[in-house]
């Protein structure tokens, strides 16, 4: 009689990854989120790319320190987007742009 063991490899899971990435949080690359739109300002409209958006990064490895919501002016983008850049790997903008 002839058995087969079947053997696998550990099944990674997205909080074990998170995990093992966050044990040292410093060490991330860090992201930022800039949100666009007036309506956003003006509480219009619930701002619900942002949160998904940093769990997506998170999840990969970056450590997400700032969520800006700024209205559609293109000096308050440029503005805005120029302190996000500072010191930050990876910018997201999410919204109208302008």
């Not at 053997?7 to 995990?19: G, I, L």
């Not at 990969?60 to 559609?72: C, H, I, N, S």
Request: positive net charge; glycine residues 12%.
């Amino acid at each position: 009689m002839r058995t087969s063991a079947s053997v696998s490899a550990p099944r990674r899971t997205r909080s074990s990854r998170t995990d093992r990435l966050s044990a040292d949080p410093t060490r991330l690359p860090i992201a930022r989120i800039l949100a666009i739109g007036d309506e956003l300002v003006l509480g219009r409209t619930v701002d619900t790319n942002s949160t998904h958006i940093a769990r997506w990064l998170s999840d990969r490895g970056f450590r997400v320190d700032l969520v800006q919501t700024v209205g559609d002016g293109t000096g308050a983008i440029v503005s805005a987007l120029g302190r996000a850049a500072d010191g930050a790997a990876f910018v997201v903008c999410t919204g109208g742009l302008g």
